[in-house]
C-alpha cells in the first residue's frame, strides 16, 4: 500500500476561481524522497499543505478528490494521529518559532500532544542531541540566527516523531552554510532512520542528487514525474530552468545518461574527452585590455577609502575597505553570514556613517550632509520587498517615492511599470501579488525616480529560478544602460551568471576583488556549479553559456557518443532549455 | 538594544532557584516595604536589596532603575510637605495659595517625602532585582498550568517583539531612502510620516500571523487538551528561601502587632529607635529575609554546602 | 494611618489583571489563528511603545491601536492585547511595580474600544480619535491612584490632584501622540484589521 495516495485533486483557495491544483494523481511509497520543484504559482506548496493536512483544514477553499493516507482518506483522519505521523516544516523560519525559549520551543508541539512529561523529556534530549542543539538550549529564540532557527523548527516537528516529513523551501532564506546543514540532516533522516520526505525546493543544485524522484509541477499539475534524470531532461525539453546547472548541461548534450552531481558529471565530462588532450584553455581573464582601458575613463561612482566600521560596543564590523565602483558595472559582493555585506551596504546609502575612512557616492558624502542628495540619484533595495509596500494599488506604491522627491513626470510611471511586466496590476493591492511580484513592485517603486545606481539586498532569496534570472537579465540591461549595479548575494551562480565584478568579503575585509572570471574562477568553494564541472578540464568557465561555447566544439568532435539515437544536430540547445534566461 | 531580554543568565546562584520561589520571596518584600514606615526598617530593606543586587552582578541594572525612578521620587518629595498640614515644626512659612490654602512647610513632612522616597527605592530595587533573578519564561512556564493560552500569548509576542523592533528600523531606513524625513516638518506632519512606517509593519507582521499560526496547526496546537512541558526544579535551597520568606513575613505580622515596624510622623515625628526590641524585630526579620544571600555567599566558598543545596 | 492603602492598591492591582486574565482564559478556546494575531498585535503595540524617537517627541503610536483592536475584535481580544503590550515591553525594559496598573489601564483601552463599537457601531475615526485623546488623560488618571495611594500622605482629593498635575505634561504629550496618530493612522489601521478580521473566519464551502 502507498502511503499517500491522491486521486483527482483539486483545490481552489477561499475567493479565487482559478484552480491551485488541478486533476493531481499521486502516490507516494513509504521512505521515498520526492523532491517537488517548479517555478512560483505552480501548486507545489499547495500540493505540499494538502498532504500535511492543513487544506483544507486550515485554509478553507473547494476541495475535490481524494487523498488517503496509509489508506484511509485524510481528512477524517484524527488532527492529534496525522500530526504524529506527518510533520511539516516551512520557507521562513522567522515564522514558525514560537516560544521564546529554545528547549520549551521543542517541546511545544509535543504539549499539544498531550504527551506525559517524561516522554516529553525524554524526546526533547533526543532531539536536541540529534540537531546538535545543546548549545543554544537555553537560548531567546529571537537570538537565534536564521540558520539556527530553521534549525530549531525541523527540531521541533522531529521531536513529534513523524513518519512523514514535508519540508517547504526549507532552505531558500538561509545561507549556503545553513542550507547545507539543513539539507545534511534531511539526507541523514532519509537514509539513516527510513523517513519518508517530501521536499519542495528551489535550491537544486544541493538536493536534486537526493532524491530518488523528481515531481515538476506548473499551473496547478503535474507536468513531469520521475527519476532525477528523466527530471532534467524533461525539464529541459519544455524550457523549464528547474535543473541543476550539471544536469542541464549533460540534457542539452542529450547524454544518455544525465549526472546529478559534479562528480558524476565530471567522470562522465571525462569519458568523453578520453583521447582529447586535457583542454589547454588559455589562462586569459575574460576582460579584453580594451575595455578595462575604458574603464579607467569612466566615472567613479562609489569610492570608498580605508572604510572601519563597528557598531557601538560592539565588534569591528568592516576593517580597511577600499573600494572603486565604476559607472556602468554589474557588482556583485559576495561573503559568508556576518562578512560585513549588508553593513557596507547601509554604508554606501548612508544609512551608517563610517568610523574612519572616507566614501564618496556621486562625488558626495552619504554619512556626513549628502544623504538626502545622493539618495534621488540610489535605489536600495532590502532583503524583504514587504517593507516597501503599504499603498492601496501599485501606481501609488510608485507614485510615494516620486511625490516625495518633488517628481511629476507621470511618464516615468508608466516607461517602469511596462518594463518590469506590472502592467496589468497597476491598479491591484500590492499585498495581494506574489511573492516575485512583491519583488518587482518594491523594485519598481525605488527605480521610478531613474537611479543612476542600484544597490539590492540579497535580492534572490526565496524567489525560483525563473523569476531569479529575469531580475539578473533586468539588472543587466540597466547596466548596459550605463547604471551602476551592486549586489549583495549569497547566491555565487547568480553572482556568476550576471555580475561584471565580483568582491568577496570575510570578517569585514575584502579577500579578493575583481573580474569574476579572476576571483570565481580561482574559487574552489565559491564558484558555481559548472565551474566546478570543468575545473582542471578546461579552467576558467563560470556559467552555462561559456562551458558550451569552451567545450561544445570539443564534445561535438565524438558525436557518436554524444547523441544516442536521433541525429539531430541542435544539440547545443538552441531550444530554452539550454539557453540561459 | 532591544535585541535581549533584560535578563541574562550569568549562571549565578541567585539565578538557579524555583521561579515560584523567587516569587514568594520577592513578593514577601513587597509586602514588607508596603506596611513598614518605620525609615530605619525601610533602609534595612534597602541595603538588604543593594546586597542582593551586587550578588547578581546587577549595579549597572539597578543605576538605571533609580535613575528612572527619580522623576517620581522629587514629585514624591515635591508634593507631600506642600500638602501636610500635620507637621508642627514649620521650617517655612510660605503664601496662602487659593487650591492649596497656605503654604506652611513643616519638618515632619519633608521628613515623610523622604521616607516614602526610601519606600519607592526600595520598591524600584525589588522589581529590579526580580528583572535580574529569573528568567521570565521561567515563570511563563509556571503558569502555564493554569493559565495556557495567556502564557502562549505571552511567550509568542516577547519573542516577536524583538524581531519588530529590528523591522521597525528596517522599514524606517527603507523609507528615508524612499525620500521619506522622519525629523522634519510640523508634528502634525512628523506623525504622518510615521503612519506609513506603522502600516508597512502591521501589514507584514499580521500576513507572518497567518504563518505563525500555520506553523502552530501543523503542530497540533488546538487538537485537544494540551500538556505542560516544565523545565523547573525544586532543590534544598528553594525549600530554605521559602521558609525563610515565610518566617520573616510571620515575624514581621507579629512585630507589627506589637507596633514595632510603625513609625508616626505626625504631629511629631518618633523617635528613630524607640527601645531595643525595634531592633530585636528587625533583626529577625532582616535575618529570615537573608536566607538566599546566606546561601549564595555559602555556595560560592563552602563546598560541603554546594553540594548539599 | 492605620490602614494600608498602598498595599491593598498594589495588590488590587495584581488581583484585578489576573482575575480578568483568567475570564479570558475560561471563556472558550482561542485557535491557532487568534493566538497569532493577538501576540502579533501585542508585539506591535509593545515595540511601538519601547521606539519612540526624539523626532517625534517621544509620542507613542500604540494606545489607538489597542483601542482599535478592540474596536475591530471585541473587548477580549482588546483586553488581551491592551494588558500584553506593557508586560512584553517591559521583559525588555525591565518590569516595574507599575506594570500590573500599567496592564490595567492598557487592558481597559482595548475594553473601551469594543465599549464604543458597541455603543456606536458605525462610529468612525473622529470618533475612535476622541477616545482616544481622552484615554491619554485618563490613562495618567488611573496609574496616578497607585502612586498616590503608596506614597502620599493623607489621601485627599488635593494630594491626588496635586500628583495628577505633576505628571499633567506627560499626559499630554500622551493625549497629543494619541490623537495625533489616531487621525493619521487609525483610518487604514481600522480597514488592515477589519481585512484580516476576515481572514481569521475561514470558511468551508465544501469539505
Known amino acids: 500500500m502507498p502511503l499517500f495516495k491522491v486521486e483527482n485533486l483539486t483545490y481552489y483557495y477561499p475567493g479565487t476561481e482559478k484552480p491551485a491544483l488541478k486533476n493531481i494523481s499521486l502516490e507516494i511509497r513509504e521512505g521515498e524522497f520526492l523532491l517537488v520543484t517548479g517555478g512560483s504559482g505552480s501548486g507545489k506548496s499547495t500540493l505540499a499543505r494538502v498532504l500535511a493536512g492543513l487544506i483544507p483544514d486550515f485554509y478553507g477553499g473547494r476541495i475535490g478528490g481524494k487523498v488517503f493516507f496509509r489508506g484511509r482518506e485524510l481528512r477524517v483522519l484524527d488532527r492529534r494521529k496525522l500530526a504524529r505521523e506527518v510533520g511539516m516544516v516551512f520557507q521562513d523560519p522567522e515564522k514558525q518559532i514560537v516560544q521564546s525559549c529554545v528547549e520549551a520551543e521543542i517541546a511545544f508541539g509535543l504539549e499539544n500532544l498531550g504527551l506525559p512529561p517524561d516522554e516529553m523529556s525524554r524526546r526533547v534530549a533526543e532531539v536536541v542531541s540529534f540537531m546538535n542543539l545543546s548549545p543554544v538550549q537555553d537560548a531567546f529564540t529571537a537570538d537565534l540566527s536564521g540558520g539556527q532557527k530553521q534549525k530549531l523548527a525541523l527540531a521541533s516537528v522531529l521531536a513529534m516523531q513523524p513518519r512523514v516529513l514535508i519540508l ?90 544525465v549526472p546529478v552531481t559534479v562528480k558524476e558529471g565530471r567522470e562522465l565530462l571525462q569519458s568523453y574527452l578520453k583521447g582529447n588532450i586535457p583542454v589547454t584553455k588559455p589562462d586569459v581573464p575574460r576582460t579584453n585590455h580594451n575595455s578595462t582601458a575604458k574603464e579607467h575613463e569612466k566615472n567613479s561612482i562609489i569610492s570608498l577609502k580605508n572604510v572601519w566600521f563597528g557598531y557601538p560596543g560592539g565588534r569591528e564590523v568592516l576593517k580597511d575597505i577600499s573600494l572603486d565602483i565604476k559607472e556602468g558595472e554589474f557588482v556583485a559582493i559576495l561573503g559568508e553570514n556576518g562578512a560585513g555585506k549588508s553593513t557596507l551596504l547601509k554604508i554606501m546609502v548612508g544609512l551608517l556613517r563610517p ?110 529560478l525563473g523569476l531569479k534570472s529575469e531580475l539578473g537579465q533586468f539588472l543587466r540591461e540597466e547596466a548596459a544602460k550605463g547604471k551602476t549595479v551592486v549586489v549583495v548575494t549569497h547566491d555565487v551562480e547568480f553572482a556568476a551568471e550576471f555580475a561584471g565584478r565580483v568582491v568577496m568579503m570575510f570578517a569585514g575585509r575584502i579577500v579578493a576583488a575583481g573580474e569574476k572570471h579572476a576571483v570565481l574562477g580561482r574559487s574552489v568553494f565559491y564558484s558555481p556549479q559548472i565551474s566546478k564541472l570543468c575545473r582542471g578540464i578546461c579552467d576558467g568557465v563560470l556559467t552555462f553559456a561559456e562551458a558550451q561555447e569552451q567545450l561544445g566544439p570539443l564534445l561535438v568532435a565524438k558525436p557518436a557518443v554524444l547523441i544516442t539515437n536521433t541525429g539531430e544536430k541542435a544539440i547545443w540547445g538552441l531550444t530554452g532549455g539550454c539557453t540561459p534566461h | 538594544m532591544f535585541d535581549r531580554l533584560f535578563y541574562r543568565e550569568k549562571g549565578l546562584f541567585l539565578q538557579s532557584f524555583h521561579p515560584a520561589t523567587v516569587l514568594v520571596y520577592l513578593l514577601v518584600l513587597l509586602i514588607l516595604s508596603l506596611i513598614y514606615d518605620h525609615p530605619l526598617y525601610l533602609l534595612a530593606l534597602f541595603l538588604l536589596l543593594a546586597l542582593l543586587i551586587r550578588e547578581v552582578d546587577g549595579l549597572d541594572a539597578w543605576e538605571g532603575f533609580l535613575k528612572a525612578g527619580v522623576f517620581l521620587m522629587l514629585v514624591v518629595m515635591m508634593v507631600n510637605p506642600l500638602v501636610i498640614r500635620a507637621g508642627k515644626t514649620i521650617i517655612w512659612h510660605g503664601p496662602a495659595v487659593p487650591f492649596l490654602g497656605k503654604l506652611d512647610i513643616s519638618m515632619e513632612a519633608v521628613y515623610f517625602g523622604a521616607a516614602s522616597s526610601l519606600r519607592l527605592l526600595v520598591i524600584i530595587s525589588i522589581f529590579c532585582l526580580y528583572n535580574l533573578m529569573i528568567n521570565p519564561d521561567r515563570v511563563l512556564n509556571l503558569f502555564s498550568g493554569v493559565a495556557g493560552k495567556s502564557v502562549l500569548v505571552i511567550t509568542l509576542a516577547t519573542r516577536l517583539f524583538p524581531t519588530m523592533v529590528r523591522d521597525l528600523q528596517r522599514i524606517r531606513e527603507v523609507q528615508q531612502l524612499r525620500g521619506v524625513d522622519f525629523d522634519t516638518g510640523s508634528l502634525w506632519q512628523r506623525a504622518k510620516k510615521y503612519s506609513g512606517l506603522y502600516n508597512v509593519l502591521l501589514l507584514s507582521s499580521l500576513e507572518g500571523a497567518m504563518e505563525i499560526a500555520e506553523s502552530m496547526q501543523a503542530r497540533a496546537f488546538g487538537s485537544g487538551k494540551r500538556s505542560v512541558y516544565s523545565r523547573n526544579m525544586i532543590r534544598p535551597r528553594d525549600l530554605f528561601c521559602l521558609g525563610g520568606s515565610l518566617l520573616a513575613l510571620l515575624a514581621a505580622v507579629w512585630g507589627l502587632r506589637y507596633g514595632y515596624g510603625r513609625y508616626t510622623f505626625y504631629p511629631e515625628a518618633d523617635f528613630l529607635i524607640k527601645d531595643g526590641a525595634t531592633l530585636v524585630v528587625l533583626f529577625i526579620v532582616l535575618f529570615y529575609l537573608s536566607v538566599p544571600l546566606l546561601l549564595s555567599e555559602g555556595w560560592k566558598h563552602c563546598r560541603f554546602l554546594k553540594s548539599k543545596i | 494611618m492605620g490602614t494600608n492603602w498602598g498595599l491593598y492598591t498594589t495588590l488590587t492591582g495584581i488581583l484585578a489583571v489576573l482575575l480578568l486574565l483568567s475570564a479570558m482564559e475560561k471563556k472558550g478556546a482561542l485557535d491557532s489563528r487568534q493566538v497569532s494575531v493577538i501576540a502579533v498585535l501585542a508585539a506591535l503595540c509593545a515595540a511601538g511603545r519601547a521606539v519612540t524617537g526624539v523626532g517625534l517627541l517621544f509620542l507613542q503610536p500604540t494606545m489607538f491601536l489597542v483601542e482599535i483592536t478592540g474596536f475591530v475584535y471585541g473587548a477580549r481580544v482588546g483586553f488581551f492585547t491592551g494588558a500584553m503590550t506593557p508586560l512584553i515591553s517591559n521583559f525588555f525594559m525591565g518590569q516595574g511595580s507599575w506594570t500590573p496598573w500599567q496592564m490595567l489601564c492598557w487592558g481597559l483601552v482595548g475594553v473601551f474600544g469594543a465599549v464604543v463599537k458597541a455603543l456606536f457601531p458605525q462610529a468612525g475615526n473622529k470618533t475612535l480619535t476622541a477616545v482616544c485623546f481622552l484615554w491619554g488623560y485618563l490613562y495618567g488618571a488611573i496609574m496616578d491612584v497607585w502612586q498616590w495611594t503608596v506614597f502620599m500622605r493623607p489621601l485627599t482629593w488635593q494630594t491626588y490632584l496635586l500628583t495628577w498635575a505633576a505628571g499633567f505634561s506627560f499626559d499630554s504629550l500622551r493625549a497629543i501622540g494619541n490623537l495625533f496618530f489616531c487621525a493619521a493612522l487609525g483610518h487604514q489601521t481600522l480597514k488592515i484589521l477589519q481585512y484580516f478580521h476576515k481572514k481569521m473566519d475561514v470558511q468551508y464551502l465544501e469539505r
Do not use: W
Not at chain 1, 222 to 240: D, F, K, Q, T
Open chain 1, 168 to 257: 517547504d523551501e526549507p532552505t531558500s532564506q538561509l545561507d549556503p552554510v545553513s542550507a547545507e546543514e539543513i539539507l545534511n540532516v534531511v539526507k541523514r533522516l532519509n537514509e539513516e532512520m527510513g523517513f519518508t520526505v517530501i521536499m519542495v525546493e528551489q535550491r537544486l543544485e544541493r538536493c536534486f542528487h537526493l532524491a530518488d524522484r523528481v515531481l515538476l509541477m506548473a499551473g496547478g499539475e503535474i507536468i513531469c514525474h520521475g527519476s532525477a534524470a528523466e527530471g532534467a531532461r524533461e525539464a529541459v525539453r519544455r524550457g523549464l530552468p528547474f535543473v541543476p546547472p550539471v544536469a542541464r548541461f549533460f540534457a542539452c548534450l542529450n547524454s544518455p545518461v
Open chain 1, 355 to 464: 568610523g574612519r575612512g572616507r566614501v564618496y557616492v556621486h562625488g558626495r558624502e552619504p554619512g556626513r550632509n549628502g544623504f538626502k542628495e545622493i539618495r534621488k540619484f540610489t535605489a536600495y533595495l532590502s532583503q524583504n520587498p514587504n517593507d516597501y509596500l503599504f499603498q492601496e494599488t501599485v501606481e501609488d506604491e510608485l507614485l510615494f517615492t516620486m511625490h516625495n522627491f518633488g517628481l511629476k513626470d507621470r511618464g516615468q510611471v508608466d516607461e517602469i511599470l511596462h518594463r518590469l511586466q506590472l502592467e496589468r496590476y497597476r491598479q491591484r493591492n500590492p499585498r495581494d501579488l506574489s511573492s516575485g511580484e512583491r519583488q518587482r513592485v518594491a523594485l519598481a517603486s525605488i527605480l521610478v525616480t531613474d537611479p543612476g545606481l542600484i544597490i539590492l539586498d540579497e535580492p534572490t532569496r526565496g524567489i525560483d
